[in-house]
Structure formats: C-alpha cells, structure tokens
C-alpha cells in the first residue's frame, strides 16, 4: 500500500502487524511517525517503536535506533548503546548496519578503534550493493594512497548511479601517469545531471582542455550510459 501511495491504508496495515507481534510492522510505523506521513510527526514515538521492533530482532528497526543514539537528539546520546544496536544489525547481515558499525569502528564509538574490522564491515556491506560502503572504501583507500584500489570501489560505486561515486571517479581519472580525460567528462556530466551541482566545475574544467571531437565522444559515452540504465531499470521493473 506505501508504495501505491495509500499511507493511511500502509499505517492500519504497520499498526495491525505491530499489534500482532510483527517487529517489522513496528519498524515501519516507526518509520511513519519519524517522517510524519500519514500521521503526526512524533520521533519519540517512532523511537519507542524502534526500540520494540530491535528487541523482536528487526535489524533495520536496530540500525535506525542505534543512528538516533549516535545523533543524540531525540534520545540521550550513547555511543555505546547506539554502536551495540548497529553492530548486531551488522552481525545479522544488514548492509547499512556493517556500514555504520564500521564508521563506529573507525571513529572509535563506543568501541575501540579498529581501522581492520571497520574495513571488514565496508566490504561485506559494499558486497552486497551498498553504495556508500563503496565510496567509503574508496575514500579510505585513497587517503592511503592506494589510486587503483580507490578507482576500483569509486567506479563500482559509479556504475550504480551514485553522484558522488562519478565525481570522485572522475577525478581520479584526470590524474596518474595515464589520464583519460574523455570518460572522466563523461562521469563529470552525468554527476551533475544526477544532483550533483559541484561536479559541473569539474566538467566544465575537463571541456576547456578536450577538442570538440572528444567532447562529442564524451558525451556520447555519457548518452550511452544513461539509455543503459534506463533500460536496466525498465527491465528490473
């Protein structure tokens, strides 16, 4: 029903799961109170019922509450418990949980810091389509000085559709001892369209330095990708 637009229908539906003992109905009446849709926006009340649904063992329920801990702004911040919820989200397979569980390692909170285990979480998550897992390994490995190994995570991040992945790939393909300035006007130009505004500085800067003939190839290649996603998409559908 949500996702046919009938909020108040997907909220009868979330509350009836909830009351039956369904955690992930929990979860997502949560989820409607957090946003106010088709309800009052009432972010204590979504806590409340994250809360029930991660003690039911619904991992996304544990991955938004342990987020509420670590911003501290509805509840009391606590590292500690905020990093445990995202950690068991994370043990049980959930992508954005080994994404967060990971930064929490990385940043230290809660836990001690533990650069090895934060990458070990980023790759399971990245393993299994999680963009910004990508573009966090991506970033790391280039703060490492690892330019492949960060051009790898940045394309795949990329290929998916994500703005940020295409411009920081575009950027690593402007330098190194073979740059390849037309796919990275490419990427450049499809970042813009894709939200990202900043990218526009950067593609205008690759086209002052490409010939028209290559400006063309560029965006030609930025053509192909956008009717080949489309046409995932449609098949995907």
Not at 82 to 99: E, K, N, P, S, V
Not at 123 to 142: E, S
Not at 214 to 233: F, K, M, N, P, S
Request: glycine fraction near 12%; charged fraction near 20%; aromatic fraction near 8%.
């Amino acid at each position: 029903m949500l996702n046919a637009g009938d909020v108040s229908g997907a909220a009868t539906e979330f509350a009836a799961a909830y009351e039956a003992g369904d955690p992930e109905g929990a979860f997502y009446l949560g989820r409607l109170f957090e946003l106010g849709l088709g309800t009052d926006q009432d972010e204590m009340r979504a806590a409340n019922l994250y809360a029930a649904a991660a003690e039911g063992g619904a991992t996304k329920a544990q991955v938004r509450l342990g987020l509420m801990y670590h911003e501290g702004r509805v509840l009391l911040r606590d590292y500690n418990e905020g990093t445990r919820l995202l950690c068991a989200a994370a043990d049980a397979g959930d992508a954005d949980g080994q994404l967060n569980c990971g930064l929490a390692y990385r940043a230290g909170r809660g836990v001690q810091t533990d650069d090895a285990l934060a990458q070990s979480y980023w790759q399971k998550a990245a393993d299994q389509g999680n963009i910004l897992a990508m573009n966090v390994l991506g970033q790391t490995a280039l703060d490492a000085g690892n330019v492949e190994q960060a051009a790898t995570y940045l394309k795949q991040s990329a290929d998916l559709g994500n703005a940020g992945g295409m411009y920081e790939y575009a950027k690593l393909l402007m330098v190194g001892a073979s740059p390849d300035p037309v796919t990275a006007y490419s990427y450049a130009n499809l970042a813009v369209v894709r939200g990202l505004a900043d990218a526009g500085v950067l593609r205008d800067e690759i086209e002052a330095q490409l010939t028209p003939e290559q400006v063309a190839e560029g965006q030609a290649l930025a053509r192909a990708w956008t009717e080949a996603r489309i046409l995932a998409d449609n098949d995907a559908n």
